[in-house]
């Protein structure tokens, strides 16, 4: 069990970072959020889960414990493997993922990418008394304040979450006032909070 990497960010991909842990290039699959958090030749520790296949090994990364727990603990419901649970903390955070589950939000399951509403009854069900109760409010986003360049990572994001790339085009196009807003305010586009505001567009255009 590999349980965190801690090491420079050697370089980044829309899913994927690259750590040099000891001379040797871990790839790690991560979220948007964790991404946006990470810069190359800067220090990163993340918390890891290794998923083993007989034809691949496969880390993913994540911003702390709760979230690699959370992820564990998705993939306990029958269906979910460990791209749709990743797909899920990219669209919600632990706590959010445990408030939809304890009272039984539907909507906010659907809102990722590869669940139907008959997936997020059953997932409902399954994950009842799995994940736990909501530990606090709402968590502060992960993400740091990116002005430049949000356009570009919150289509890669897209991107990396499978959609097509005129969805992607659209996505960005529909979330563009509420970043032209912020910076208006004096404030920098969070991407985190963007791509979630893109995926709820892109659910709701379906």
């Not at 029958?78 to 939809?100: E, I, K, N, T, Y």
């Not at 529909?174 to 892109?202: D, H, K, T, Y």
Request: proline share 5%; glycine share 10%.
């Amino acid at each position: 069990m590999i349980a965190f990497v801690s090491g420079p960010v050697a370089a980044l991909a829309p899913d994927t970072a690259v750590v040099e842990v000891g001379g040797i290039g871990m790839a790690v699959q991560c979220t948007p959020d964790t991404l946006s958090t990470l810069r190359i030749g800067q220090q990163a520790k993340l918390a890891t889960s290794l998923v083993v296949r007989e034809d691949s090994l496969t880390l993913y990364g994540f911003a702390d414990d709760d979230e690699r727990q959370t992820f564990e603990l998705l993939q306990t419901a029958s269906g979910v493997g460990p791209r749709l649970a990743q797909a899920m903390l990219a669209v919600h955070s632990p706590d959010a993922l445990r408030r939809a589950v304890a009272t039984g939000d539907e909507k906010a399951l659907t809102a990722v990418p590869g669940i139907g509403k008959k997936g997020a009854q059953k997932l409902l069900l399954e994950l009842k008394d799995r994940l736990g109760e909501p530990v606090g409010g709402a968590r502060a986003s992960v993400g740091s304040a990116v002005t430049a360049g949000w356009r570009d990572q919150l289509h890669a994001a897209l991107i990396g979450l499978g959609y097509a790339t005129r969805e992607a085009d659209e996505a960005v196009a529909a979330v563009a006032p509420q970043a032209e807003a912020a910076v208006a305010a004096g404030a920098a586009p969070q991407v985190p909070q963007l791509l979630r505001a893109a995926l709820q567009s892109l659910n709701r255009a379906r």
